[in-house]
């Protein structure tokens, strides 16, 4: 064991941090970014609005980044459910917003609980906080013959698992990842009322993608002061580079996170430019239908050419019917296309992305050969 191991915390050592690969090629389909880029009107808009921040940027900014929660407040508004800008909170992306949920609610001798397989930051940020991670389950219907999907997370499951481990916070993904899959409003209710001490954390980091007819959890907000909806602009609003993420929960709820956050959180430049978006909801969205057209296209390709995907709510679709994920994904690389080994056997994560992105992915895999396809030889 090295000196930093012997001074590093024991629940942290022997793991690995967080990190899909970053390399350089034709096609970069592995980390759900949009492949759009910022339109330039909007890009004009960013760089006048930094410019107005550069002056004062002797003096911090504001802590309470009021105006940019009145931007949030009112976009999220626009999904028919009116959220108020004492009920936003923000911050570095959605995963900072995560960590202050943790950092409030979890801690030592706590535990959340998460339905595998799900965002993989979730346990990690956990650990980081001390909190005990309970790794629930999906599918468990399928494996019991109930007739559910392999990656389903039926309500029955669902409240079972919370029940039996009475964990303090749970998270629900709804579109989640790596599935694709979303949930139901019954079952983010019954999880709820079935997790009486726990903060519930519905992660909606790619609900702008989902199908027609289903309902944002920001629609139960009301009279649930243990519910919380987290969001990001890294997704549907093109703007990863820009790393803010947001949720909107009861005001008390908000409040406490401010116990844990740092002072100046989000820089004055971050607030300007997350506003300077905001100003262009429109415009940034304005690719969502496109990248849903692809992701369409992937599944009803992919199932004609024999493999398993999984139909989707995201901008991503989980595809199996692989021989081996890890020989199937450096053959894709081979070819110049870059997607996601998840850690799910026989099956990866492909981001949908420009047309020309779609069909490079879909001609690498059509010339796969059989060695890497199960059921054929």
């Known amino acids: ?140 219907d399928a494996r019991d013959g109930g007739g559910g999907g392999a990656f389903d997370l039926s309500l029955e499951s669902a409240v079972q698992q919370v029940r039996e481990h009475d964990p303090h916070v749970v998270f629900l993904c709804s579109p989640n990842n790596p599935t694709g899959t979303a949930l139901t409003l019954d079952v983010v209710t019954a999880v709820h009322d079935a997790a009486p001490r726990a903060v519930v954390v519905v992660d909606e980091a790619y609900a702008e993608f989902a199908r027609p007819g289903t309902v944002s959890a920001l629609s139960l907000l009301e009279g649930r002061p243990r519910l919380v909806v987290t969001r990001t602009m890294s997704k549907a609003f093109a703007f990863a580079g820009g790393r803010l993420g947001y949720l909107a929960a009861d005001p008390e709820l908000v409040d406490a996170l401010r116990l844990v956050r740092m002072p100046y959180h989000l820089s004055s430049p971050a607030q300007a430019v997350a506003r300077a978006v905001l100003r262009h909801a429109d415009t940034m969205l304005g690719t969502v239908d496109a990248i849903k057209e692809q992701r369409d296209r992937i599944v009803a390709t992919l199932s004609g050419l024999g493999l398993d995907p999984v139909p989707s709510d995201a901008n991503f679709v989980l595809f199996g019917g692989l021989r081996d994920s890890a020989t199937t994904w450096q053959a894709l690389l081979d070819k110049g296309v870059l997607v996601r080994d998840v850690g799910i056997d026989h099956y990866l994560r492909v981001t949908a992305g420009t047309p020309e992105e779609t069909s490079a992915f879909l001609d690498a895999v059509a010339n796969l050969g059989p060695d890497h396809l199960e059921g054929q030889s």
């Not at 339109?39 to 760089?47: E, R």
């Open 1 to 140: 064991m090295s000196p930093i191991d012997q001074l590093l915390r024991e629940d942290l050592r022997g793991r690995t941090a967080y990190g899909a690969p970053q390399l350089d090629v034709p096609f970069a389909l592995n980390t759900n970014e949009s492949s759009y880029a910022v339109p330039p009107a909007v890009v004009d808009d960013i760089v006048a609005a930094v410019a107005a921040t550069a002056g004062g940027l002797n003096r911090y900014p504001d802590r309470e980044f009021t105006d940019l929660r009145g931007d949030l407040a009112a976009y999220l508004s626009r999904s028919g459910t009116q959220v108020r800008p004492e009920q936003v909170w923000a911050g570095n992306g959605s995963n900072e917003v995560l960590l202050h949920l943790l950092q409030a609610f979890g801690g030592h001798g706590r535990t959340a609980l998460g339905f595998t397989p799900a965002y993989s930051m979730h346990p990690i940020i956990t650990a980081t906080t001390g909190t005990t991670w309970v790794d629930g389950m999906r599918g468990i």
